[in-house]
């Protein structure tokens, strides 16, 4: 199975369960696991197809994914009980999540465009839109608001694949570089609480105070 399938793969299910858990969390149906899952695996993959106009999207033309989601779901809905801390389960999938498909979605984006700043901004959207999807259906925190690096992590990587890829790098290396770029960045901030800087100004104020 050549390498961009297998991270096209292990990205949607690795997403998928970081949904399941999320529903998990929130004590929600089957059903509720099942859409998680689903959302939260196929979700970034859509965006990006949606953006370089590749219709119908991956997961129409192979329903192998919506198996995967709702096998990863179902999965998840039995065993989830066993996980001491969730939470916690869930952020280091999301970051290997992160880091698989960073590199799947700037492939795809260099493949359909031949543009290194497309493809970066592909691998950016397909590595965090499910997360994004997810917390907000879930109704947890977003991971954009989190303090931790998150959307930098993908960029790193994506733009790692892509300098490899420009240079002419074996597909086996950039692959590896961009995972390994991205979960370093990623893992580490998890880890060590890496931010980057913030701006200057204060909280903004209530509405009601400024009407």
């Known amino acids: 199975m050549p390498i961009l399938e297998i991270l096209d793969y292990a990205g949607v299910a690795v997403f998928a369960a970081t949904g399941a858990l999320s529903a998990s969390r929130k004590q929600l149906d089957i059903i509720g696991y099942l859409f998680l899952a689903s959302v939260t695996g196929i979700g970034g993959g859509t965006m990006r197809d949606v ?14 994914y919506l198996i995967i989601c ?30 698989a498909y960073c590199v799947m979605g ?13 493809a970066v901004v592909t691998g ?24 931790e690096i998150y959307v930098t992590a993908a960029l790193v990587g994506a733009g790692a694949f892509v300098l490899a890829t420009v240079i002419g790098m074996p597909l086996a290396a950039t692959s590896a570089i961009g995972v390994l770029s991205a979960f370093a960045v990623r893992g580490g901030a998890l880890r060590y609480g890496w931010t980057l800087p913030t701006g200057k100004a204060g909280p903004g104020r209530h509405p009601n105070d400024v009407m």
């Open 124 to 147: 950016i959207l397909t590595a965090t839109f499910g997360g994004i999807l997810r917390d907000l259906l879930a109704g947890e925190p977003s991971v954009l608001l989190r303090p």
């Open 51 to 64: 953006i370089l106009g590749a219709t119908p999207v991956f997961w129409v033309l192979n329903p192998a």
């Open 70 to 99: 709702a096998s990863v779901g179902f999965l998840v809905f039995l065993t989830s009980h066993r996980f001491e801390s969730r939470y916690r389960v869930l952020v280091w999938l999301d970051a290997i999540g992160l880091s």
């Open 106 to 118: 700037a492939a795809k984006g260099l493949a359909a465009t031949g543009s290194p700043t497309v």
